[in-house]
């Protein structure tokens, strides 16, 4: 780099449309919750949340050509940034559904009428009879999507710690702010904040060795110096171990997976659903390229190491999901078991893997929003109704709910005609194409143990009586039933014929170098 | 002193802090201790900028200064807000969720 001549970077900033959007309107968001009255503010920020992340699908769409590296070579617009950014912007649509009902809880919305205040307290019962809507969470979502969407593209360390701390903060005081159930809620974002700040450290101080060794963040570069010298492999294998300890805590993989039930159980049901289901595309997104394209010369270092994590993470999530009794905290750990089928597709290496574990992400994040759209509904007089034992008998007195359910069930356990069955073999394709055999036998007995408690769920549903005051199933406004009723058809559909998107994922190509 | 000294006091610090977030109990202490790993992250990048005879650390050093701030700022938020609730900044009191 010469000081004396500065270049200005070129932008190509049509490229960068989707991206753009979505941050100028959580930027215009917050100015929103300073300048317009109180009343007007949540259809204003409806609007700008629907309207910017519809807006930022159709840039994509109409960019949906681009393959190239923008930004001085910090951005990646190419084929699987831009199917996993488009993922991501539909996930965020239907989550934002979920999130702005307010027909399900009678005192309004999910979230606290004001975090701040305590909870319990007169200012807050005051403030509920008033019927306030927080309207501040609406910003903080569209900064989360924007961090998803820098995430997935960044092909540069630093540009990747910036977009995962952009991703998470928002999140972060998202799970703290519940209506209900405020204590479990704010102990949960303190969790996720403690833990979560602490892999970004890690995430970072790998960055800070990695640089040290390749005298460069950017992907290519450290490719490059990766090719040089072959020989000196210390200080680079145990910077890639910190930086990939920093993604598998994101994904919620084993031994990283600890504040995942917390935070899962503990968080307003939308923003569990969105985190849950954003969050794993966003970071399995970033791994897959970090991996891939920067990290591809030591292949043979990070394979086994991801081999080991994924059984471990399959069946870890897998045996404890059984003992739980309370039912966001059985779907937290059957996503730490979804994550480790992804990591088989990850620990391949392959185009093959690459696709199989993004059509994993499409399959389980439209089971995933469904799933906690349907807890969101399921409601006593403290809020939800999680304890599983509430849930029996749902489905002779909502059999149409119980059925929904039961289908997202089925389709975790990788039941045929759903969606999970077509991800799981896929991914499991993939695996024997790269003769992983141990992996894919172990993935099929996390497999069998995981059918257990899917089936229980839906025998309790079906073939128990009703409990004493068993929970009412609220009926939903129009932005709940349709967030339901997409990902139902979603889950159908990929099941029955997954073709079209398989090439579609296939189309997209691989990561550009 | 050379520049190797400065990445190995990086790598000390990182690990007083790591320690310090998986052994103090107090919620204030534990988010210092993760300051301190992100400090050290900066001064392994910016000796490590020394060493490769460019630039680069050093800017990186200045963009995770700011990503810290933000960090601190929604920290504490979520700090005072179960202090506020619980009238202690203990990380083990809060125990609603587990198993």
């Keep these: 780099m010469n000081p004396d001549v500065m270049v200005a970077p070129e932008i190509d900033y049509l490229a960068l449309l989707p991206m ?85 809880d009678p005192a309004g919305d999910s979230f606290a009428p004001r975090a701040s205040a305590l909870p319990g307290s007169v200012d807050e019962r005051e403030l509920t009879k008033r019927g306030y809507l927080q309207t501040e969470v609406w910003p903080l979502f569209l900064f989360a999507v924007v961090g998803m969407m820098l995430f997935i593209t960044s092909t540069n360390l630093l540009v990747m710690f910036v977009a995962l701390e952009v991703m998470s903060l928002p999140l972060y005081l998202l799970a703290g702010m519940a209506r209900r159930r405020r204590l479990l809620s704010q102990e949960a974002a303190l969790k996720y904040f403690i833990l979560g700040a602490f892999s970004s450290a890690f995430f970072l101080f790998g960055a800070a060795l990695v640089y040290g060794f390749s005298g460069s963040v950017e992907f290519s570069a450290i490719a490059d110096a990766l090719a040089a010298k072959p020989g000196e492999t210390a200080l680079i294998v145990i910077g890639l171990a910190m930086l990939v300890v920093g993604l598998l805590f994101k994904v919620g993989a084993v031994p990283f997976h600890q504040w995942v039930p917390d935070v899962y159980q503990g968080s307003p049901a939308p923003v569990t659903a969105f985190m849950a289901a954003a969050v794993k595309v966003a970071a399995f997104g970033a791994m897959l390229r970090l991996l891939y394209v920067a990290f591809g010369g030591l292949r043979w270092d990070w394979e086994p190491l991801l081999w080991v994590v994924a059984g471990l993470t399959m069946i870890v999530g897998s045996i404890v999901a059984i003992a739980q009794t309370d039912i966001k905290r059985m779907i937290a750990y059957s996503s ?52 599983i034992e509430q849930w029996s008998g749902l489905g002779r007195t909502n059999p149409v709910i119980a059925t929904c359910f039961a289908i997202f069930m089925l389709a975790l356990a990788g039941i045929p005609l759903t969606s999970g069955f077509i991800a799981k073999f896929v991914v499991f394709e993939a695996a024997l194409a790269v003769d992983a055999v141990a992996l894919v036998i172990v993935g099929v007995i996390a497999s069998v143990i995981a059918a257990f408690f899917y089936v229980r769920i839906i025998v309790v549903m079906f073939f128990r009586d009703p409990i004493e005051g068993a929970p009412r199933v609220a009926v939903p406004s129009g932005f709940t039933t349709l967030a339901l009723s997409i990902s139902v058809a979603v889950t159908v559909i990929l099941g029955i014929l997954p073709q079209p998107v398989l090439d579609l994922i296939e189309r997209a190509g691989v990561f550009l170098r | 002193m050379s520049p190797e000294s400065y990445v190995i006091l990086a790598a000390v610090l990182f690990t007083i802090g790591t320690v310090g977030v998986l052994v103090r109990r107090n919620a204030i202490v534990v988010f210092m201790s993760i300051e301190l790993m992100l400090n050290a992250a900066n001064l392994a990048f910016v000796a490590f900028a020394r060493m490769q005879g460019n630039l680069e650390g050093q800017v990186i050093a200045f963009f995770v200064m700011v990503v810290a701030a933000a960090e601190v700022v929604v920290g504490l938020a979520i700090i005072v807000a179960i202090y506020r609730s619980r009238r202690s900044a203990s990380i083990d009191e809060p125990n609603l969720l587990k198993y």
Excluded at chain 1, 355 to 373: E, N, Q
Aim: glycine share 12%; charged share 10%; aromatic share 8%.
């Design chain 1, 336 to 387: 730490i078991a979804q994550a480790g089928f992804i990591l088989i597709g990850v620990s391949t290496a392959t185009a093959e893997g690459l696709w199989a574990s993004i059509f994993y992400l499409v399959a389980y994040s439209f089971t995933t929003l469904g799933i906690f759209a349907v807890i969101s509904m399921v409601r006593d007089s403290g809020g939800e109704a999680t304890r």
């Design chain 1, 20 to 104: 753009i959007i979505v941050g100028v309107a959580a930027v215009l968001g917050v100015i929103v919750e300073t300048f317009v009255g109180r009343g007007a503010r949540r259809p204003v920020q409806l609007v700008l949340v629907f309207g910017s992340l519809a807006g930022a699908f159709a840039a994509l769409v109409w960019q949906s050509s681009t393959r190239s590296l923008e930004v001085e070579g910090a951005l990646a617009i190419d084929g699987p940034g831009i199917l996993l950014m488009g993922l991501v912007l539909i996930v965020a649509f239907v989550g934002a559904m979920l999130m702005a009902e307010r027909q399900l």
